[in-house]
């Protein structure tokens, strides 16, 4: 009865305990003014608006506070009473998040139960300390062929996926929360439109895939902020349930936008553009966020990161950056996606840092010889176009040609099929056989 009274109390005196408040001094752009009041970068504050705007703390002047709003700025004014909202973002979390859809900031937006009962945590989480991460050992299989046995990925495995728009990258993504091993996953959608999230949902995810799987959602109308810090919330969910136990797959589609959102937020602070108008706080975002993926002594997290290079351009900064960090890249190719072949792996051009850490000496021997007829086929297709190959003139080569509709139903597979990793490879072994 004590404990009880003394919460009442405390209840009580916080209800009439005066908030610390300051003022709105100007609205420029994307960005509010704010004196009066003290507040850390990355901390939230209510502006008094019908309703209230959430805004989060992006720089510290001698003239006061550089604020970005989380919300629409509509019917906000200079003069408006600021509230620090008591800290930085806090997101809930546990394992009734399987199967929701939330928002940019952590909040449920699929119409389902209220997450007020689960666990309250900071969005911000250190990453696991290098030398405590046990080492990449064994594969997770994502129930893509191409993947499984010629970019094999492994338990904690970071793995960009770069292509240009429309070639297949959400699309990929629906298959591998369908049909990998995993034992949930976390799902990232940053800038995508608006159109597509219910249609992702409904029919490329599916029941199925939505059940064992956390979707976090920020369209491209959301604020610059909301956008970013959907890249860290779902980061923080799939921590959460690496740190119960479980072997996570995180997928952010895409990466880059998640580096146009802080490139916007860096700009309105008054950061100077640098490569491509990207700010230095881009490149310094990066890291901190996809080193947060990984193993550690509890359970794993397999991120998959979609790059939308500009132009089908693998070098642009955000693409070249992000090769750096990573443990590997999937590139997608337009050329295959022209040509009805999906998924559009080009594994030529692809890599895995890992694949001899979590194959047997057989399987890298299969893939290789596996590889070797795609690179030979390459490089006399034209000549076999225009007519101009002389069978015999290369055995590889007249090899290739002449197991390339089974090479190419291998590499092909529909979205509502899948292979076991033990099949995937079983079947390589017989195509490198043959």
């Given at each position: 009865m004590?404990?009880?009274?003394?919460?009442?109390?405390?209840?009580?005196?916080?209800?009439?305990?005066?908030?610390?408040?300051?003022?709105?001094?100007?609205?420029?752009?994307?960005?509010?003014g704010?004196?009066?009041?003290?507040?850390?970068?990355?901390?939230?504050?209510?502006?008094?608006a019908?309703?209230?705007?959430?805004?989060?703390?992006?720089?510290?002047?001698?003239?006061?506070?550089?604020?970005?709003?989380?919300?629409?700025?509509?019917?906000?004014?200079?003069?408006?009473?600021?509230?620090?909202?008591?800290?930085p973002?806090?997101?809930?979390?546990?394992?009734?998040?399987?199967?929701?859809?939330?928002?940019?900031?952590?909040?449920?937006?699929?119409?389902?139960?209220?997450?007020?009962a689960?666990?309250?945590?900071?969005?911000?989480?250190?990453?696991?300390?290098?030398?405590?991460?046990?080492?990449?050992?064994?594969?997770?299989?994502?129930?893509?062929?191409?993947?499984?046995?010629l970019?094999?990925?492994?338990?904690?495995?970071?793995?960009?996926?770069?292509?240009?728009?429309?070639?297949?990258?959400?699309?990929?993504?629906?298959?591998v929360?369908?049909?990998?091993?995993?034992?949930?996953?976390?799902?990232a959608?940053?800038?995508e439109?608006?159109?597509?999230?219910?249609?992702?949902?409904?029919?490329?995810?599916?029941?199925?895939?939505?059940?064992?799987?956390?979707?976090?959602?920020?369209?491209?109308?959301?604020?610059?902020?909301?956008?970013?810090?959907?890249?860290?919330?779902?980061?923080?969910?799939?921590?959460w349930?690496?740190?119960t136990?479980?072997?996570?797959?995180?997928?952010?589609?895409?990466?880059?936008?998640?580096?146009?959102?802080?490139?916007?937020?860096?700009?309105a602070?008054?950061?100077?553009?640098?490569?491509?108008?990207?700010?230095?706080?881009?490149?310094?975002?990066?890291?901190?966020?996809?080193?947060?993926?990984?193993?550690?002594?509890?359970?794993?997290?397999?991120?998959?990161?979609?790059?939308?290079?500009?132009?089908?351009?693998?070098?642009?900064?955000?693409?070249?950056?992000?090769?750096?960090?990573?443990?590997?890249?999937?590139?997608?190719s337009?050329?295959?996606?022209?040509?009805?072949?999906?998924?559009?792996?080009?594994?030529?051009?692809?890599?895995?840092?890992?694949?001899?850490?979590?194959?047997?000496?057989?399987?890298?021997?299969?893939?290789?010889?596996?590889?070797?007829?795609?690179?030979?086929?390459?490089?006399?297709?034209?000549?076999?176009?225009i007519?101009?190959?002389?069978?015999?003139?290369?055995?590889?080569?007249?090899?290739?040609?002449?197991?390339?509709?089974?090479l190419?139903?291998?590499?092909?597979?529909?979205?509502?099929?899948?292979?076991?990793?033990?099949?995937?490879?079983?079947?390589?072994?017989?195509?490198?056989?043959?």
């Amino acid at each position: 009865m004590t404990v009880l009274t003394a919460t009442l109390a405390d209840r009580a005196f916080a209800a009439v305990r005066p908030r610390p408040s300051g003022r709105v001094t100007e609205l420029r752009g994307l960005q509010l003014g704010v004196r009066g009041l003290e507040a850390a970068v990355g901390d939230l504050l209510e502006v008094d608006a019908t309703p209230t705007v959430l805004a989060e703390v992006v720089a510290s002047t001698p003239q006061g506070l550089i604020c970005l709003p989380l919300g629409s700025t509509t019917g906000l004014r200079a003069g408006a009473a600021v509230h620090a909202a008591g800290g930085p973002l806090r997101i809930r979390v546990g394992d009734a998040l399987r199967g929701r859809v939330l928002d940019g900031l952590g909040r449920p937006v699929d119409g389902g139960p209220s997450l007020d009962a689960l666990d309250l945590v900071t969005v911000d989480h250190p990453a696991p300390d290098a030398l405590s991460r046990p080492r990449i050992d064994t594969q997770v299989g994502l129930g893509v062929r191409a993947l499984d046995a010629l970019t094999p990925v492994g338990r904690g495995q970071r793995v960009g996926i770069m292509a240009g728009s429309g070639v297949g990258k959400s699309s990929l993504l629906s298959m591998v929360a369908r049909h990998t091993d995993a034992q949930i996953s976390v799902i990232a959608l940053v800038g995508e439109r608006g159109r597509e999230v219910r249609e992702f949902i409904e029919q490329d995810l599916g029941p199925q895939g939505l059940a064992r799987s956390v979707v976090v959602v920020a369209t491209s109308d959301a604020p610059p902020v909301e956008r970013l810090r959907a890249a860290f919330v779902a980061t923080r969910i799939a921590e959460w349930f690496r740190d119960t136990g479980k072997d996570v797959v995180l997928m952010m589609d895409s990466l880059t936008r998640v580096a146009m959102a802080q490139r916007e937020i860096g700009l309105a602070a008054g950061e100077p553009p640098a490569t491509r108008g990207y700010p230095p706080s881009v490149f310094a975002l990066l890291p901190g966020l996809l080193e947060r993926a990984g193993t550690n002594v509890h359970g794993s997290i397999t991120g998959l990161y979609t790059v939308l290079v500009e132009g089908d351009d693998l070098q642009d900064p955000v693409g070249d950056t992000a090769r750096s960090i990573l443990d590997g890249h999937v590139v997608l190719s337009r050329r295959l996606a022209t040509s009805g072949h999906y998924p559009a792996v080009d594994v030529l051009e692809s890599v895995s840092r890992v694949a001899g850490a979590v194959t047997t000496p057989q399987q890298r021997a299969d893939a290789q010889r596996v590889r070797q007829l795609l690179a030979a086929h390459r490089e006399v297709r034209e000549l076999v176009e225009i007519g101009a190959y002389v069978a015999g003139a290369d055995a590889d080569a007249d090899t290739a040609l002449a197991l390339l509709p089974q090479l190419n139903g291998f590499l092909r597979q529909p979205m509502d099929e899948a292979d076991s990793v033990a099949a995937t490879w079983a079947r390589l072994h017989d195509l490198a056989a043959s």
